[in-house]
């Protein structure tokens, strides 16, 4: 429904809704029974202009509102309420300033000739938005970017709210909304959208996953490279391109829908927000919102020369996040995607740009961080951090705050380097299995503070880790200059696609070896989707810009690895039947009520690991059952030769999997675990066995 159906006849001239003065809080555009309200901080402009469009692809507005710096302005807020206005409606902004090259030696990016969009925006429509326009001279009535406004009041929840799940008890699957069912294989009615990911739901259910991260959903132009949607334009909105009826207002229902659906199913939605930067870019990028409004105090700007932006992100601007108004930004916007989305997390791009302070040095105590942190709002909502950014600040194991948690990058380049076969890793190996005690426990952290994993988005897919030494990014553009040139990889032989069954064969057991260390491990695990079913990117380790098949996930792969498959989705039901490989406590030695100890760490001699081998490329451990479960015994060679492992002679054991064997050999269902009748177990190179004490044995 349009504005020009809502509204009552006007003849020309005439105003279509009647300003008043406002309210200064909250920001943005906000509903109610008699009109909308509109607030706009902007400490330095001289005047605002409210653009009102009958239908967001109109090239004029309907009606202009000019703020009056008097009754329309309270300190550095401006604001109007227009009565009669109702939603589904649309809006931008132009913000009058100093102009010229005075004001942007002072930092200041003003342009009359503009139009904004909202910072704080509940939906935006890009259908006559042109970014080129944006960058040049010139005015952008025509070619600028429409903020819709949403009355979010009246949507049926159904009783959902977040799911509050223990950390300790999730499994992450990471995924991209649109890539995860554009392939023409996914056979749903609407690829790419959230609605899709309803359809999908099923077999998100039978792989056993609690959580989906979503790539993000703020929205992003993707008509720019911006395939991943690293690049934010508007942090409230989500992203029209997921939508299915965008231009009908209806990006909130959609994005609602979405969050019900996967609630009803018992998997939460933990979204990947990047308040690092936004989509404007460096001092040649497109203005179209925050540099408009206040570029002084949205961005850090270079100290030597403010009429250039300082960049942590890499990405050509940072948010200056421990400013009051952008911290303000933040909080809020967390806070609106958990009290209205009913969102149950968030994970953080590059981090570590939110404890820089002043001239970009990093806080001890960063304002935003803590904020976060301590929002009764967000108290019961996982907080993610990827402690490092783009500028050398490294702070995995000592992000802020108690209850943040991480992606450890550590737990995947040691994993990494073990599978492909490096020597003299035991050690960190066992540190990566009991929640890298090493990182967190003398903080007062727990494994949960850890999310482990192997593969993300970035970087190579799980098979093609198995399958490339080398990145092959040539399809970028970029000549296979971008990307990361040390990915821990090992192509088990060949470069790259091959016939030979030997080394196909390798590939999958390193596959399962990798899932095995990922779900046995301690910490919170996070699995990138696809990777249960060998999708690959061809050896391309940067794919951000890949907006096809290289990047989508392969719906046939599902049926031609259904063994993998199958693999991963037994891996994950047996995490979740045994306490003790998801506890929230680091392994202390000590023996429990049986006179057990929590973990026995041995080589292939029992109570004699190799901690100091520099050679050393094997060991295996025992796991004390908890709450009565059995307990298990892992053993891991990742030499070139089969190696004999001693086991607890007098115990009775069974083999749980053994990633050497062929499927569906290689991991028992619930109850079918083959019994283990030699006095030792001959692990295969390059191979993971788990066992499990049998019912009645007693160590």
């Given at each position: 429904?349009?504005?020009?159906?809502?509204?009552?006849?006007?003849?020309?001239?005439?105003?279509?809704?009647?300003?008043?003065?406002?309210?200064?809080?909250?920001?943005?555009?906000?509903?109610?029974?008699?009109?909308?309200?509109?607030?706009?901080?902007?400490?330095?402009?001289?005047?605002?202009?409210?653009?009102?469009?009958?239908?967001?692809?109109?090239?004029?507005?309907?009606?202009?509102?000019?703020?009056?710096?008097?009754?329309?302005?309270?300190?550095?807020?401006?604001?109007?309420?227009?009565?009669?206005?109702?939603?589904?409606?649309?809006?931008?902004?132009?913000?009058?300033?100093?102009?010229?090259?005075?004001?942007?030696?002072?930092?200041?990016?003003?342009?009359?000739?503009?139009?904004?969009?909202?910072?704080?925006?509940?939906?935006?429509?890009r259908g006559r938005w042109d970014r080129e326009a944006a960058?040049?001279?010139?005015?952008?009535?025509?070619?600028?970017?429409?903020?819709?406004?949403?009355?979010?009041?009246?949507?049926?929840?159904?009783?959902?709210?977040?799911?509050?799940?223990?950390?300790?008890?999730?499994?992450?699957?990471?995924?991209?909304?649109?890539?995860?069912?554009?392939?023409?294989?996914?056979?749903?009615?609407?690829?790419?959208?959230?609605?899709?990911?309803?359809?999908?739901?099923?077999?998100?259910?039978?792989?056993?996953?609690?959580?989906?991260?979503?790539?993000?959903?703020?929205?992003?132009?993707?008509?720019?490279?911006?395939?991943?949607?690293?690049?934010?334009?508007?942090?409230?909105?989500?992203?029209?391109?997921?939508?299915?009826?965008?231009?009908?207002?209806?990006?909130?229902?959609?994005?609602?829908?979405?969050?019900?659906?996967?609630?009803?199913?018992?998997?939460?939605?933990?979204?990947?927000?990047?308040?690092?930067?936004?989509?404007?870019?460096?001092?040649?990028?497109?203005?179209?919102?925050?540099?408009?409004?206040?570029?002084?105090?949205?961005?850090?700007?270079?100290?030597?020369?403010?009429?250039?932006?300082?960049?942590?992100?890499?990405?050509?601007?940072?948010?200056?996040?421990?400013?009051?108004?952008?911290?303000?930004?933040?909080?809020?916007?967390?806070?609106?995607?958990?009290?209205?989305?009913?969102?149950?997390?968030?994970?953080?791009?590059?981090?570590?740009?939110?404890?820089?302070?002043?001239?970009?040095?990093?806080?001890?105590?960063?304002?935003?961080?803590?904020?976060?942190?301590?929002?009764?709002?967000?108290?019961?909502?996982?907080?993610?951090?990827?402690?490092?950014?783009?500028?050398?600040?490294?702070?995995?194991?000592?992000?802020?705050?108690?209850?943040?948690?991480?992606?450890?990058?550590?737990?995947?380049?040691?994993?990494?380097?073990?599978?492909?076969?490096?020597?003299?890793?035991?050690?960190?190996?066992?540190?990566?299995?009991?929640?890298?005690?090493?990182?967190?426990?003398?903080?007062?952290?727990?494994?949960?503070?850890?999310?482990?994993?192997?593969?993300?988005?970035?970087?190579?897919?799980?098979?093609?880790?198995?399958?490339?030494?080398?990145?092959?990014?040539?399809?970028?553009?970029?000549?296979?200059?971008?990307?990361?040139?040390?990915?821990?990889?090992?192509?088990?032989?060949?470069?790259?696609?091959?016939?030979?069954?030997?080394?196909?064969?390798?590939?999958?057991?390193?596959?399962?070896?990798?899932?095995?260390?990922?779900?046995?491990?301690?910490?919170?695990?996070?699995?990138?989707?696809?990777?249960?079913?060998?999708r690959t990117q061809q050896g391309n380790n940067n794919a951000?810009?890949?907006?096809?098949?290289?990047?989508?996930?392969?719906?046939?792969?599902?049926?031609?690895?259904?063994?993998?498959?199958?693999?991963?989705?037994?891996?994950?039901?047996?995490?979740?039947?045994?306490?003790?490989?998801?506890?929230?406590?680091?392994?202390?030695?000590?023996?429990?009520?049986?006179?057990?100890?929590?973990?026995?760490?041995?080589?292939?001699?029992?109570?004699?690991?190799?901690?100091?081998?520099?050679?050393?490329?094997a060991f295996a451990c025992t796991l004390a059952g908890l709450?009565?479960?059995?307990?298990?015994?892992?053993?891991?060679?990742?030499?070139?030769?089969?190696?004999?492992?001693?086991?607890?002679?007098?115990?009775?054991?069974?083999?749980?999997?053994?990633?050497?064997?062929?499927?569906?050999?290689?991991?028992?269902?619930?109850?079918?675990?083959?019994?283990?009748?030699?006095?030792?177990?001959?692990?295969?190179?390059?191979?993971?066995?788990?066992?499990?004490?049998?019912?009645?044995?007693?160590?």
């Amino acid at each position: 429904m349009s504005v020009s159906q809502l509204r009552r006849p006007y003849a020309a001239g005439e105003a279509l809704f009647h300003p008043e003065p406002g309210r200064s809080h909250p920001l943005g555009a906000t509903p109610d029974d008699d009109g909308v309200n509109y607030a706009f901080f902007s400490e330095h402009a001289t005047g605002i202009e409210l653009l009102v469009f009958d239908q967001p692809g109109d090239a004029e507005p309907v009606q202009t509102v000019t703020l009056d710096p008097d009754s329309n302005r309270s300190f550095a807020v401006w604001h109007v309420y227009l009565r009669g206005q109702r939603a589904p409606s649309f809006y931008a902004l132009r913000v009058f300033g100093p102009e010229g090259d005075g004001a942007r030696e002072l930092g200041m990016r003003f342009d009359s000739g503009k139009v904004l969009a909202d910072p704080y925006a509940r939906g935006l429509d890009r259908g006559r938005w042109d970014r080129e326009a944006a960058c040049g001279p010139g005015d952008t009535t025509a070619t600028s970017l429409r903020c819709a406004v949403i009355d979010e009041r009246y949507y049926d929840w159904q009783g959902d709210q977040p799911l509050n799940r223990p950390m300790s008890e999730m499994v992450i699957y990471e995924i991209h909304v649109g890539g995860f069912t554009r392939s023409p294989g996914s056979g749903v009615a609407r690829p790419g959208t959230f609605a899709a990911i309803i359809d999908k739901i099923p077999y998100l259910t039978a792989l056993g996953v609690t959580a989906v991260e979503l790539l993000p959903v703020c929205d992003f132009d993707a008509t720019v490279n911006n395939y991943w949607g690293y690049s934010t334009a508007a942090f409230f909105a989500p992203h029209a391109d997921y939508c299915v009826e965008p231009q009908a207002g209806r990006h909130v229902a959609e994005f609602r829908d979405m969050v019900k659906a996967l609630h009803r199913a018992g998997i939460e939605v933990i979204l990947d927000v990047v308040f690092n930067h936004t989509d404007e870019g460096n001092h040649l990028g497109p203005l179209f919102c925050w540099a408009g409004l206040d570029n002084a105090n949205y961005y850090y700007l270079h100290q030597a020369d403010r009429r250039y932006y300082d960049d942590y992100s890499g990405c050509g601007n940072t948010l200056m996040a421990n400013h009051p108004i952008v911290t303000k930004m933040i909080v809020e916007c967390l806070e609106y995607w958990v009290r209205e989305m009913h969102v149950d997390g968030f994970r953080f791009d590059e981090a570590a740009v939110l404890t820089r302070g002043p001239g970009g040095a990093v806080l001890d105590e960063p304002p935003v961080v803590w904020q976060i942190e301590l929002s009764d709002t967000l108290a019961n909502t996982k907080i993610i951090a990827e402690a490092w950014d783009a500028a050398g600040a490294y702070e995995v194991g000592s992000y802020p705050g108690y209850r943040w948690a991480e992606w450890n990058g550590r737990f995947r380049d040691t994993v990494r380097r073990f599978v492909r076969g490096e020597p003299g890793l035991i050690g960190e190996m066992a540190d990566c299995i009991g929640g890298s005690a090493d990182l967190y426990q003398a903080r007062g952290h727990r494994p949960v503070n850890s999310v482990n994993f192997i593969t993300c988005h970035d970087g190579f897919t799980l098979a093609d880790l198995v399958a490339y030494d080398r990145k092959h990014n040539e399809a970028n553009g970029e000549d296979n200059r971008d990307g990361n040139d040390d990915n821990m990889s090992w192509n088990c032989g060949v470069e790259g696609p091959t016939d030979d069954p030997g080394v196909l064969a390798l590939r999958t057991r390193q596959i399962k070896n990798f899932a095995v260390l990922l779900l046995v491990s301690r910490g919170v695990p996070m699995i990138t989707a696809g990777d249960e079913v060998a999708r690959t990117q061809q050896g391309n380790n940067n794919a951000y810009c890949q907006d096809n098949p290289i990047s989508w996930f392969d719906w046939t792969a599902a049926e031609q690895n259904h063994g993998l498959l199958r693999f991963w989705t037994q891996l994950i039901a047996r995490r979740r039947r045994h306490v003790a490989l998801r506890h929230d406590g680091f392994y202390t030695g000590l023996p429990d009520d049986r006179g057990v100890p929590d973990i026995r760490w041995h080589g292939t001699r029992l109570d004699r690991p190799d901690w100091q081998d520099p050679q050393g490329r094997a060991f295996a451990c025992t796991l004390a059952g908890l709450g009565g479960e059995p307990d298990l015994h892992l053993m891991m060679n990742m030499h070139t030769e089969p190696l004999h492992f001693d086991l607890d002679p007098g115990r009775r054991w069974a083999r749980v999997l053994d990633t050497a064997l062929a499927a569906p050999a290689d991991i028992a269902d619930f109850g079918a675990e083959q019994p283990v009748t030699t006095a030792g177990y001959l692990v295969t190179a390059h191979s993971i066995v788990l066992l499990r004490a049998l019912s009645g044995d007693t160590p």
